[in-house]
């Protein structure tokens, strides 16, 4: 069987929330699509950390935009999903499915 | 109601030490999430997660660079403190193991000695190897400072009330507190790696 390096469950969520966001993802928006989903507070630099990793593997890239007042100058770093994360997601969807499939432990309990 | 504006204190340590990798835009996302919504304790762990992260990335990315610094970071500090201590008329000794037979006046003596080895030790690692090592290098002074004061119990002083404050305050805060201020204040060789 082939090896392949699993997406930890932060960068599932960081790929899910990208997901949702589009092209205008960047790490405010994702930190807070993060925070309303888990109810947990996250770190800008977890989200910054995740996707570098997530980079490293060739499932996000980047650019990035203009600098404006309201960040005190600073740019902004876009990220966009690439084919291979779209399809990284879908094989670990699939898979968390089959395992979650049929468990007595999690029956007739809704989160 | 008009936008909360970044604290200076803050804003100067994310331009200081996390202005490395993905710094600038970490800095810039806390700094509009701060603006919008958000609180001053959110702030702050803000700030000093993203210090850790890009300190962490660069450590990551130049472990070469990280032992040189380190290296050379302790060899400058014994060198320093130690010629300071033959200067001063003080006895020399190794860092922070030795001083509970020492005369109060010493004491200070040494401790102030090594706190300005350490501004001058931060300056220099800073214009060597960059602000990211030079807080690589901080955090292995409070290791062994924490070590050495484990290792060496407060009841085989012979002030232990004179001794324990000063050891404490020099050794966790005052030294790490001179190794960073002299890395902000001296020149920096690498702003981006």
């Known amino acids: ?111 | 109601m008009r936008p909360k504006s970044m604290p200076r204190p803050a804003a100067w340590i994310l331009d200081r030490f996390a202005n490395a990798a993905d710094g600038e835009a970490i800095a810039g996302d806390i700094y509009e999430a701060y603006r919008a919504e958000r609180s001053l304790i959110w702030l702050w762990r803000q700030v000093l997660a993203a210090v850790v992260a890009v300190t962490w990335s660069q450590v990551r990315d130049g472990k070469g660079s990280a032992s040189y610094a380190i290296v050379v970071g302790w060899l400058l500090m014994t060198e320093f403190a130690g010629l300071g201590t033959v200067l001063a008329g003080t006895r020399p000794g190794p860092w922070f193991v030795a001083f509970w037979s020492w005369h109060s006046l010493d004491l200070y003596l040494y401790c102030a000695i090594v706190c300005l080895s350490a501004l001058a030790t931060g300056a220099i690692v800073s214009l060597l190897h960059g602000r990211s090592m030079l807080l690589a290098f901080a955090a292995t002074v409070v290791v062994v400072d924490l070590w050495a004061i484990a290792r060496y119990p407060w009841g085989n002083m012979s002030h232990p009330a004179f001794l324990l404050p000063t050891i404490a305050a020099v050794g966790l805060i005052g030294v790490p507190c001179s190794l960073v201020l002299g890395g902000t204040l001296g020149p920096q060789r690498m702003k981006r790696v």
């Not at chain 1, 599932?12 to 993060?34: F, H, N, Q, W």
């Not at chain 1, 996250?42 to 593997?57: G, I, N, P």
């Not at chain 1, 966009?80 to 879908?90: D, F, L, N, P, Y």
Request: charged share 25%; aromatic share 6%.
């Open chain 1, 1 to 111: 069987m082939r090896r392949r390096d699993y997406l930890g469950s932060f960068e599932l969520m960081v790929l899910l929330a990208m997901m949702r966001l589009g092209d205008e993802a960047y790490g405010v928006p994702i930190a807070r699509e993060i925070e309303e989903s888990s109810g947990s507070a996250v770190l800008v630099a977890s989200v910054y950390a995740a996707l570098q990793r997530l980079e490293l593997k060739g499932l996000v890239v980047s650019r990035l935009g203009e600098p404006t007042a309201e960040r005190g100058g600073k740019a902004k770093k876009f990220f966009a999903i690439t084919s291979t994360g779209i399809a990284e997601v879908r094989r670990t969807q699939a898979s968390l499915s089959k395992l979650w499939g049929g468990l007595r432990q999690l029956r007739g309990r809704r989160a």
